[in-house]
């Protein structure tokens, strides 16, 4: 059985369909079910058994011999939440846990980092391990991605086969329930069709225009295509970034959903908040080198191609993956 963490949240329930849509359904899915906003993500999905989050390591302990795999996507990831205790809790101590047992009964391990280990980009948005520890993030939840990718490089008892994804700006079906924490183009949908209008930072950087602030957002489906590749093919163990490669600009963004809304743009700037300009991101692009060089070679889906993708089938009709 293959076991999917954070499987009723964004990433995880679309993996789920795709190892549905490669066949596979003997599925442990874990997460934490009480939060039913969550409860449509999971409707039609195939597997084998749920188990609650807080309860998962304990139950693994006991039955590890069922299990082939762990693909470890559940995290806390709100990146406004500044409780240290309760990253060092659900992310890092967590994902030790299930390391551990991993190594200990040699089963395979995928987990969910970030590239908000990145921080400014000081050290450019090469995943090239040596430079983990020099990374200053953020904030705590960047602080807790990048404590566990600096310990995991240190252990000379491992996994089989382990990789950590450095996931960039993901965006697609199923993140109806972040809230705020989901992706600028959702935002971005719901702003047009509320008001007809996109509201986008303005630059407070010489070096850009206003709109012009650079990210590498990256389609949730070409973030499952991955992931699966990684499970199946089992290439080197190591820390990979999982973005599309390619910068493109809030203003391509929201231009891209009026089109796929068939909207003539209308956006207006607003002053980015005084509690987080100085810790505003203008630029991050992924170096897709890493995965390319193991064999991975199926190409990224453009920004508009996504876009379009997002707003026609998924959220212009309330639809799930």
């Known amino acids: 059985m293959i076991v999917i963490t954070g499987s009723a949240g964004f990433i995880g329930s679309c993996l789920v369909s795709k190892f549905n849509s490669e066949g596979l359904t003997d599925l442990i899915l874990v997460d934490d079910f009480s939060k039913i906003e969550k409860d449509k993500n999971a409707k039609g999905k195939k597997f084998t058994k749920k188990i609650e989050r807080s309860v998962f390591v304990e139950w693994l302990q006991k039955n590890y011999k069922e299990i ?25 101590n967590y994902t030790k846990a299930l390391w551990k047992i991993c190594t200990e009964h040699k089963i395979p391990f995928i987990y969910a980092s970030s590239a908000a280990t990145y921080g400014l980009g000081e050290h450019g948005y090469d995943d090239d391990e040596t ?20 310990w995991a490089i240190q252990q000379k008892e491992t996994p089989p086969h382990w990789q950590g994804l450095k996931f960039f700006n993901v965006y697609g079906p199923n993140e109806y329930h972040k809230a705020r924490m989901a992706s600028v183009i959702f935002h971005s949908f719901y ?25 590498d957002f990256v389609y949730v489906k070409d973030v499952v295509n991955v992931i699966w590749f990684l499970y199946s093919k089992q290439p080197k163990s190591g820390i990979y970034n ?14 891209a959903t009026f089109k796929a809304l068939n909207i003539e743009p209308n956006i207006e700037f607003i002053d980015t908040p005084i509690d987080i300009r100085d810790k505003y991101q203008y630029f991050t692009e992924a170096n897709m080198q890493k995965l390319i060089s193991v064999g991975y070679s199926k190409p990224f889906t453009s920004l508009e191609e996504g876009v379009e993708d997002y707003v026609k089938g998924y959220l212009d009709t309330n639809k799930y993956l």
Do not use: C, M, W
């Open 131 to 150: 430079k983990i520890p020099l990374l200053k993030p953020l904030n705590p939840y960047g602080d807790s991605k990048n404590d566990f990718d600096k």
């Open 68 to 92: 082939d795999s762990i693909i470890h996507i559940g995290a806390r990831t709100d990146t406004t939440e500044f409780n240290v205790e309760l990253f060092n809790e659900l992310n890092l």
């Open 242 to 255: 999982l973005g599309s490669g390619k910068a493109r600009t809030f203003l391509d963004l929201a231009e």
């Open 191 to 215: 702003q047009i069709k509320n008001t007809g209008k996109v509201k986008l930072f303005r630059s407070h950087n010489p070096n850009y225009t206003d709109g012009g602030q650079l990210r």
